[in-house]
């Protein structure tokens, strides 16, 4: 089993920025994908990020060219660097490890919590 730990979170102000943290441990197996997820109170889960172990990289239209998504595979940690941060962005914000390799399971992390308000 993979353990995930997340940190960084907190309170900013727009046009912040803040950059997450998920440390991951355990039976780390390759191929993988670790993304980050976020959701708001009354709204469904929301994937943002996602970024596989060749360090290909997808975003959400929604945070296109404000975040960035890096992984220190030396350190098994995944980063999260959010910039231009926007009121709209606040939630709790999950990181996630996909094994891509059968069976393929995914891992959850319990959240770190982003506030974004003036």
């Known amino acids: 089993q993979v353990q995930l730990v997340e940190s960084g979170g907190g309170l900013v102000q727009p046009g912040g920025s803040l950059r997450l943290s998920c440390a991951a441990s355990g039976n780390i197996l390759s191929p993988n994908l670790i993304g980050w997820s976020r959701q708001a109170p009354g709204r469904q889960r929301e994937l943002v990020t996602t970024i596989v172990s060749t360090g290909s990289t997808n975003y959400a239209d929604s945070v296109k060219g404000r975040f960035t998504i890096s992984r220190d595979n030396a350190k098994n940690t995944v980063y999260l660097q959010m910039n231009g941060l926007k009121p709209e962005d606040t939630a709790v914000y999950y990181c996630?490890?996909?094994?891509?390799?059968?069976?393929?399971?995914?891992?959850w992390g319990q959240g770190t919590q982003v506030t974004v308000s003036s």
């Open positions: 996630n490890f996909q094994e891509l390799s059968f069976p393929a399971y995914t891992y």
